[in-house]
């Protein structure tokens, strides 16, 4: 398996279709925002041109009033991912989101979830307080409690949760996280830029974007009556664009808030895959693809 990860707006998809044809590869997004249908622009979703000429998975695989699981993701990658090597091709992961490509590459369990064991436990921490429940935690699993802060009741929530519903510590959950031990031949090249210039380029693309028609992309949705699911909403600038929609924020206001949540969101991206140390960083994207092919670059 190979991969091209990194933050948004570094050139991976202009990569990986270069590098497709030659690799006999298809590719498979690991990208949390292009699963939506309809959510096209605003994603910079690979075209038909690009889909015709390399097969795609992973996109359009949810709706975006939907809130699909990261386990459901991870299904959907291996399956994908085993096709592709059944017919003998390279399956290429590309994209940006840290999690999904973890969810894919290593043998990750994501705990089950239930929403009235949820509920219930929301109630009692309304009836009884955070703290409460956070204390409950020390007393169950106390290596969860140890990772999260006592305030942080969301998460407190969520392990109280996972101990309710399955009889694990939700600590167990953590161990394949720290070893980064793929379930595949993994080679993974991290595509970045100098920050000055990558926040040039996040600024340019989203310009781009509202050009190719972002705003009518977000007003059809609503036409359709589509709601943005709690997930879909958290694709960057579909908020800002349905408060401009409804008259809270101007054009220029949506542009310019999505333009700095973008340039802070690829300093995660970084963060997040710098800490995994199979990663090869380039800037030269003519090395990233030498390292790829198996020409032997070295790493940046």
Known sequence: ???IVGPTAAGKSTLAMRLASQLNAEIVSVDSAAIYRGMDIGTDKPGAADR????H???DISDPDETPTVARFQEAGRTAVDGILGRGKVPLLVGGSG???RAIVDPLE?????QAVRERMETEAYEFGGYEMFRRLEVLDPQAASRMHPANVRRTIRALEVIDITGRPFSSYRVAWDDHEAVYNLRAAGLTLPLEELNKRIDERVDALIERGWVQEVEALGRAGMRLSSTSLQALGYAQILEHLDGRLSLEQAVEQTKQKTRQFARRQLRWFRADPRIRWFEDPDQAADYLTGDGAEES
């Not at 015709?52 to 097969?55: F, K, L």
């Not at 994501?110 to 239930?114: C, E, Q, S």
Request: charged share 5%; hydrophobic share 55%.
């Open 110 to 114: 994501f705990p089950p979830t239930d």
């Open 52 to 55: 015709a000429q390399v097969p």
């Open 57 to 59: 998975h992973l996109l």
């Open 99 to 101: 999690l999904y490509f």
């Open 1 to 3: 398996m190979l991969a």
